[in-house]
């Protein structure tokens, strides 16, 4: 089980969480002029990134927020865990 | 005095016997043996027999690794365990053991098994029976294979052992307390660190429990592990596990400890949970799981009495039991010349120490022992195959020339075979972790490599050689481990260990064989599975190349075994065979749980009604003491109906139907989702969520609502009141209530972050009973104040509050039946008064109690829509036929730009409506396809499915709602809904059956 470390609350296990799909996919401002590509790229096109992954988590079983996560999906480690309309914070080259 | 005990030695209680039974037979043993260990102080060998081929099978090991020796321990009828190492189950008075699979008898003779059953089991036979008449299968094959094969029987009653569950917060946690775990444990703890330390072993100390003569810092071996284990104790930081298994590694340092507390009692204290479940989380990790000795691979290795000999020593050493009279010991590493001194030295004869190694290689400090003590050694042997039936009575030897020919050198007689294939690391929880493995060739394994999370390796498991090194690789991680998790420094110890350095290393694979003969017998790489070197070599014949591949054609390493003695022999016969090395044939996956774990420890208290959260609504007891008849949705149980004298469901639900529309019914709606949101933008959040327009909804009225996902299909629905200008009162589907809620803040906390606005769920905060039918207002009329109930003041889709029975209230005039109805919403804590006063109240006007059923059925008569039920997931508002409720002047509303794609409006979707059978007295199944014309042939062209379908007692014949193609234009046809033996026609209908323009609704 994960340890998720909420910004609201600080670490807790995975099971407290629900996961929300990936991070920064902005509904169009104005969705009646959106083109049918541009519908079909937010509805239902996502990134299934090897590495470094910016995803959406709630904490659903605790304060209720949302927040934003980078996590590199071949180790399961979180490199960091940010607020909603926060941009992800830079991640170390040299990182584990 | 058992025959095979020793006079004195072990660790065993020798001032305390005790009795025991193995399959009928009453034996003795010592408090400390393990069944294995007492069995064969009796000379008792033949334990069980193999899973394919029934082969008697004695004892390999003496520890978790043993793959051979499983047995059920019975304690009475629901107390029954099986497949148990009886290398592990410690003897207690009175235990009682059988043994398993031992079809058709433990004694029967192995040849008319062999012959009867090895030609329906060769490797990959559970893939290849797939091929056969799949009515032979059925029939013949599968019950006799399943008879046949297998391991121990599960009990048939309910476990009534409690478990327990625990969650433990910690420093470093240490996984084995051999030397090199408890010098780590010791380690981490002089600096501070919180520890904890477990062993799957009753007492601790590892490998040194089957050790003489090793000495630690000047102390005997067993007087270093009291005082280790002593100054562990005392420490408040660190809790000792003895008698736990790590089973799994999960990821963040998650491991998984089962705690087995009473197993090994006679009368267990009625207090004591059976077994414990850890669930820890450390901030660092040390394996010191150490190593496992391998057999090696020949012909006939198998027989009861063809031994590890490690497991021999350890018999000696630690239990006082001699193995047998006379040894022959096959050394593929210097381990077997250890064990072989102290057998010797413990009486046992040693006929010859055949070494399978050349002479070059056979010369490390033990072998030289074994020499100098006068043993026979000889190199450069091989096996070429055992004699015995139910035990081994002679080993036939080769010796291979310095060409690779192989001649027959000898045929000694023994009672006992001992092998040493050299150690297999125990990096299973390593694995686990994901960390890397690498492949050590001098050694001949796998040994840790890379960790991927904070963990670390020490001791054997990281191939140490000698006792010292363990020790000092133990005390180095402890120290390292505590630094890395609490920042606080220690120095490690410095151990004097004394030990004479038996090198473990050895060659995986089999033991060379005369080229193109046929071998004699069968040569077992993995006991527990019956997979021989034959099976191997079949699937690469077969074309199976990967290890991978090979482990599942064979299932060589599953099981219980997870390839703890099996794996690395696999590996390197795979690899001779196929003229790779051992890493390029890779290496299979180490899967949880290192040893099995019960269910009950996973369930814990989670079992019968603590299995899953209980909802109950507020007339539950009522309910209760009614008789009514229970359904489960979701985690609520919801009233099904009432019956009343013996009443059938039908009678019932025609009933309770038919006294809604003539007088009045009363229903607990309080599982329907409630949401209250508040704030200034409380009709902007909502205008921008739901399909309708809510600014033109006056405070103390409702609608209903329609909530799309951002694709155009329908997600939930639900009456929507306006109890302020800031404040709606949103009611949800009972399924939808927490996901609605989710998506509510989704979209507040990360979309329209610019709205002032809050929700509370307040699902439980309220008690709803539904009051449906025409002589409701007369009901309610007695019990209301501060509230005109007339139809002027409060007309259909109002909101008011009021009291009823002093109680507050808030009171929705809404129907979901097409009556005149109303929901009274009291605080949860009145809703069963309310719902007593209420039903006392009404029976002066035939007031009946009516349940989910009747609630469908007349809802359906109407054509009211149950999302989730008559939609799919991929039904819009028009589809459903409620695209009238769609706020049409809105810009955007969630669902708007998704609507407006090509693929959601056109014209041949599936529409809802109704369905009429021809025959009124039919009803459909819900579910079941439609088709345009009857009699088609396979594959007909369906062109919808049946979504609702009921007898409708109003009405006097049948009901059904169905998505169809293109439907609402096909009212008035004919269609066709093929069932096993007829098409039955129906006549597409408009979905509403009953009340079509609302009179009554609006009374
Ligand atoms: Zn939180």
Redesign the interface.
């Known amino acids: 089980m994960l340890i998720i470390d909420c910004p609201y609350c600080g670490p807790r296990p995975e099971l407290e969480f629900a996961h929300g799909g990936q991070a920064h996919v902005v509904r169009p401002a104005d969705p009646a002029a959106a083109s049918d590509d541009d519908w079909l790229q937010y509805l239902y096109l996502r990134d299934n990134t090897r590495g470094v992954f910016a995803e959406r988590w709630r904490h659903a079983r605790g304060c209720g927020r949302f927040f934003n996560a980078l996590r590199d999906t071949t180790t399961d480690q979180f490199l960091a865990t940010y607020r909603a309309g926060e941009q992800p914070p830079a991640v170390p080259r040299d990182r584990p | 005095m058992s025959r095979f005990r020793t006079t004195r030695g072990g660790r065993i209680d020798r001032s305390r016997p005790v009795r025991f039974r193995f399959d009928g037979r009453d034996y003795e043993g010592f408090a400390g043996d393990t069944l294995a260990a007492a069995l064969l102080a009796s000379g008792v060998h033949l334990l069980g027999r193999s899973f394919k081929y029934h082969r008697p099978r004695g004892i390999l090991a003496a520890g978790a690794e043993e793959p051979n020796a499983l047995v059920t321990v019975v304690r009475d009828a629901a107390r029954r365990t099986p497949n148990l190492r009886a290398t592990q189950i410690e003897v207690y008075e009175g235990l009682v053991a059988e043994s398993q699979n031992r079809w058709p008898s433990l004694a029967l003779d192995v040849g008319a098994v062999n012959g009867l059953f090895a030609a329906f089991l060769p490797a990959g036979f559970y893939n290849k029976t797939f091929m056969w008449p799949r009515s032979a299968w059925h029939a013949l094959y599968e019950p006799r294979i399943r008879a046949a094969a297998g391991l121990g029987v599960a009990p048939g009653l309910p476990d009534p052992d409690r478990y327990a569950q625990r969650y433990a917060h910690c420093d470093v946690l240490v996984v084995g307390a051999g030397p090199a775990g408890l010098a780590a444990a010791a380690g981490a703890a002089s600096a501070g660190a919180r520890v904890i330390l477990c062993d799957e072993q009753h007492e601790f100390g590892g490998s040194l429990l089957a050790e003489r003569g090793a000495t630690i810092d000047a102390m005997a071996a067993a007087d270093w592990i009291v005082a280790q284990h002593a100054a562990l104790a005392s420490n408040p930081r660190v809790t000792l596990l003895p008698r736990t298994t790590a089973f799994g590694y999960?990821?963040?340092n998650?491991v998984g400890l089962c705690e087995r507390i009473t197993d090994h009692l006679a009368r267990p204290p009625a207090a004591l949970p059976r077994e414990r479940l850890w669930?820890v989380?450390a901030r660092e990790v040390i394996f010191a799981t150490g190593a496992i000795e391998r057999p090696l691979v020949f012909p006939g290795n198998d027989r009861p009495g063809v031994m590890l000999a490690s497991a021999a020593r350890s018999y000696l050493n630690r239990y006082g039991v001699q193995v047998g009279s006379r040894a022959v010991v096959l050394a593929g590493s210097d381990a077997a010349y250890a064990a072989a001194l102290d057998l010797a030295a413990g009486g046992v004869a040693i006929a010859l120490i055949a070494d399978v190694r050349e002479p070059g290689r056979a010369q490390g400090p033990a072998a030289t022992a074994a020499r100098d003590a006068g043993l026979a050694v000889e190199t450069s042997m091989t096996a070429l195959g055992t004699s015995g039936r139910r035990r081994v009575s002679g080993v036939h030897l080769g010796r291979v020339g310095n060409d690779g020919s192989i001649r027959p050198a000898a045929s000694l007689r023994c009672d006992v075979l001992l092998m040493s294939g050299g150690y297999t690391p125990s990096v299973h929880l390593h694995s686990q972790s994901?960390g890397k493995l690498e492949f050590d060739a001098a050694f001949g394994a796998f040994v840790p490599g890379t960790a991927?999370e904070r963990t670390r390796c020490a001791g054997g498991v990281r191939a140490t050689h000698t006792l010292g090194a363990a020790l000092e690789d133990g005390a180095a991680a402890g120290v390292a481990a505590a630094l890395a998790a609490t920042g606080h420094a220690a120095a490690a110890h410095r151990y004097a260990a004394r030990l004479p350095e038996a090198r473990l290393e050895g060659t995986p694979g089999a033991l060379p064989q005369p080229a193109g003969a046929v071998p004699p017998a069968k040569a077992f790489v993995d006991f527990q599975n019956d997979v021989t070197t034959r099976d191997l070599a079949l699937a690469r014949r077969e074309g199976f190349e990967s290890i991978e591949h090979i482990k599942r054609y064979t299932t060589t390493g599953m099981a219980t075994d997870q390839g703890k003695t099996s794996g690395l022999n696999a590996l390197g016969f795979v690899a001779a065979e196929s003229e790779r090395r051992i890493p390029e044939v890779g290496l299979t996956t180490y899967r949880m749980p290192y040893t099995p774990v019960t269910f009950g420890s996973f369930a814990g208290v989670a079992r019968g009604e603590l299995f899953d959260p209980l909802r109950k609504t507020p007339s539950h007891d009522w309910v209760v003491a009614q008789g009514g008849v229970f359904e489960d949705v979701g985690q609520w149980k919801r009233t099904r109906y009432f019956p009343l004298g013996g009443e059938s469901l039908r009678a019932a639900v025609d009933r309770e139907c038919l006294a809604v529309r003539q007088h009045v019914g009363m229903f607990d709606a309080s599982t329907l989702g409630k949401i209250e949101v508040v704030g200034r933008d409380a009709a902007t959040f909502l205008n921008r969520l739901y399909v309708n327009n809510w600014s033109t909804l006056a405070p103390g009225r409702a609608r209903y609502g329609i909530l799309l996902r951002?694709?155009g299909f329908v997600y939930d629905d639900g009456v929507v009141a306006r109890l302020a200008e800031d404040r709606f009162h949103v009611t949800t589907t009972t399924g939808g209530a927490a996901r609605v809620f989710?998506m509510m803040?989704?979209y507040i906390?990360?979309?329209w972050?610019d709205l002032s606005v809050w929700i509370t769920s307040t699902t439980e905060q309220w008690a709803v009973i539904a009051l449906q039918g025409p002589r409701a207002r007369d009901v309610l009329a007695g019990l209301v104040s501060g509230v005109d109930l007339s139809p002027a003041a409060l007309p259909h889709m109002a909101v008011a509050h009021g009291r009823i029975c002093g109680v507050p209230m808030m009171l929705f005039r809404v129907s979901f039946s097409g009556e005149l109805g109303f929901e009274i919403n009291v605080p949860a804590d009145y809703g069963a008064e309310t719902w007593a006063a209420i039903h006392a109240a009404g029976q002066a006007h035939r007031i009946t109690p009516y349940g989910t059923e009747a609630m469908h059925v007349l809802r359906a008569e109407k054509g009211y829509i149950i999302v989730g039920q008559d939609t799919d997931g991929t039904m819009t508002p028009d589809d459903a036929g409620v695209a009238w409720a769609i706020g049409k002047a809105k810009?955007?509303f969630v669902g708007?730009?998704?609507l407006?794609?090509?693929a959601l409006r056109r014209p041949d979707r599936k529409q809802l409506v109704g369905l009429a059978t021809v025959d009124p007295g039919v009803v459909l199944e819900e579910g079941a396809q439609v088709v345009a014309t009857p009699g088609q042939a396979v594959p007909l062209q369906m062109i919808g499915h049946v979504t609702s379908s009921y007898h409708s007692p109003v009405l006097g014949r049948s009901i059904a709602l169905a998505a169809i193609v293109g439907g609402r234009a096909r009212t008035g046809q004919t269609l066709y809904v093929p069932m096993p033996g007829a098409d039955i026609p129906v006549q597409v209908t408009p979905p509403v059956f009953y009340d079509r323009d609302g009179a009554r609704l609006n009374a």
Do not use: I, V
């Open positions: 999960f990821p963040h998650n669930q989380r994901r991927a951002d694709d989710g803040e989704d906390q990360t979309e972050t810009s955007d708007k730009r998704g407006a794609r090509a």
